[in-house]
C-alpha cells in the first residue's frame, strides 16, 4: 500500500514552454501532497503544500505564478512549470499524506525536467 | 524553523560491517523522525522511522535510536551488504513539513 506515481519520468521542453507533472495517490486518499525540488547530489527542498480543494502554500522563494499546483481531487495534485528556463531543469518530486497519518510522507518517483 | 544536520556526507563500508549515520535536530518540537533511502534517479524510499515517545526502532538489519533531550537520532544499518549502496536522507517534522539532512552518500565495498 501507500504507492505514488508521477508522470512523465522525464520530460525535455524547449525554453518558454510550460510543462505539467502529475502525482497521483494509488491506492489511498491524500488530503496533502508536497512538491520538492532536488539538485543533483542535494537534499530535498520543499516548494509547496497543497490540500486538496484550497490553494497551494508556497514556500519562501518560491514564485507560484511560474510553478502553478492544483490539488484537484485527493488522488491527483499537478504541478506546471510554466515559462520553463534552463534553470528550470531540476529533479521534482511528490509526496501526499494521508488523513490522520500525522507527518508521514509516501513520496513518488521523481520528474526529470530538462529545459533547452 | 527546524534545522536538520546529518553526517558524514560520504560514508565507506566494508559489506557485512555495520554503517551508523548521524543527524541532529533544532526545533524541540519535533516528534516524527524518518529515514529515507534514495538509488540514483529515484524518489526516496523511507526505510524505517521513529516518533518521539520511542528511544529506540528496529526493523531486521536497520535501526533507529532518537535522544530528545540532545536532539539527535542515528540509523544504524548492521550486515551491510551491496544493495545498501545508496544515499540516505534523515529528516524531522515539528509540524506536516518534514526538513531534510543533507544526506550520506553510503558505499559498501564487495
Known amino acids: 500500500g501507500a504507492v505514488v506515481s508521477q508522470h512523465p519520468s522525464r520530460v525535455i521542453c524547449k525554453s518558454g514552454t510550460s510543462v505539467k507533472i502529475e502525482c497521483r495517490s494509488l491506492d489511498f486518499q491524500a488530503t496533502t501532497m508536497f512538491w520538492y525540488r532536488q539538485f543533483p547530489k542535494k537534499s530535498l527542498m520543499l516548494m509547496a503544500t497543497?490540500?486538496?480543494?484550497?490553494?497551494?502554500?508556497?514556500e519562501q522563494g518560491v514564485e507560484k505564478d511560474k510553478f502553478l499546483i492544483n490539488h484537484a481531487s485527493l488522488t491527483l495534485s499537478t504541478l506546471t512549470v510554466t515559462s520553463a528556463h534552463p534553470e528550470d531543469s531540476s529533479f521534482y518530486i511528490c509526496?501526499?499524506?494521508?488523513?490522520?497519518?500525522?507527518?508521514?510522507?509516501?513520496f513518488g518517483p521523481g520528474t526529470r525536467l530538462t529545459v533547452t | 524553523g527546524e534545522n536538520v544536520e546529518q553526517h558524514p556526507s560520504t560514508l565507506s563500508v566494508q559489506e557485512g560491517d555495520s554503517a551508523v549515520i548521524k543527524c541532529t535536530y533544532s526545533?524541540?518540537?519535533?516528534?516524527?523522525f524518518p529515514w529515507y533511502k534514495q538509488e540514483l534517479g529515484k524518489g526516496p524510499q523511507l526505510i524505517i522511522d521513529i516518533r518521539s515517545n520511542v528511544g529506540e526502532k528496529k526493523d531486521q538489519r536497520i535501526a533507529v535510536t532518537l535522544n530528545k533531550t540532545a536532539k539527535h537520532f542515528s540509523l544504524h544499518i548492521t550486515e551491510t551488504q551491496p544493495e545498501d549502496s545508496a544515499v540516505y536522507f534523515c529528516a524531522a517534522a515539528p509540524n506536516e513539513k518534514l526538513t531534510f539532512g543533507t544526506g550520506t552518500r553510503l558505499t559498501i565495498i564487495p
Open positions: 497543497s490540500n486538496e480543494g484550497s490553494k497551494a502554500t508556497y
Open positions: 509526496s501526499a499524506r494521508a488523513r490522520g497519518q500525522g507527518a508521514e510522507q509516501y
Open positions: 526545533d524541540s518540537a519535533s516528534n516524527y
